[in-house]
């Protein structure tokens, strides 16, 4: 059984796959099956560099910055993506990341924030509710 807006990853292959609309089969891949991908939140020693945080520009536009102290953009370490899920989970934005790019993602359309996830190439996926540090 998966549900809408899951994240599964390959122990095999590192892929990452996302659902769409909730199905009740097994997703499998290079012959396994995948395993479900549970965000950390404030659990760990690298809370800082992770946790999704909320923001405003100087614009007043909303930006989602990773996390309170920048993560690292380098090949070995990087951000992968952004999504930002609104409050009815009926919009989702998703914004790839590269080595070099800034850990942020800017919102310049009004959004309403439900939680924010983001992938860390090495520490894996971390969420934040916009509710726990909105100023
Ligand atoms: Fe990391």
């Known amino acids: 059984m998966t549900r809408r807006l899951e994240l599964y990853k390959c122990k095999v292959c590192n892929n990452i796959v996302q659902v769409l609309i909730d199905g009740v089969g097994e997703l499998v891949c290079c012959g396994e099956p995948m395993e ?3 965000p950390h939140t404030n659990d ?3 809370n800082e560099k992770h946790v999704p945080v909320f923001e ?3 614009n007043g536009n909303d930006v989602v910055k990773i996390g309170s102290v ?9 951000i992968q993506f952004i ?3 609104s409050k009815d989970k009926k919009d989702m934005r998703l ?17 309403d924030f439900d939680y ?7 520490h894996g996926l971390w969420a ?3 509710e726990r540090d909105e100023k």
């Open 56 to 58: 405003k520009d100087e």
């Open 44 to 46: 760990s020693e690298f």
């Open 95 to 111: 914004k790839y990341l590269f080595p070099a790019d800034e850990p942020r993602m800017a919102v310049n359309e009004p959004f």
């Open 128 to 130: 934040n509710n916009s």
């Open 116 to 122: 924010s996830v983001e992938y860390c190439n090495i």
């Open 83 to 85: 999504e930002i899920i």
């Open 36 to 38: 479900l991908l549970q």
């Open 70 to 78: 920048p993560h690292p953009m380098v090949d070995e370490h990087f």
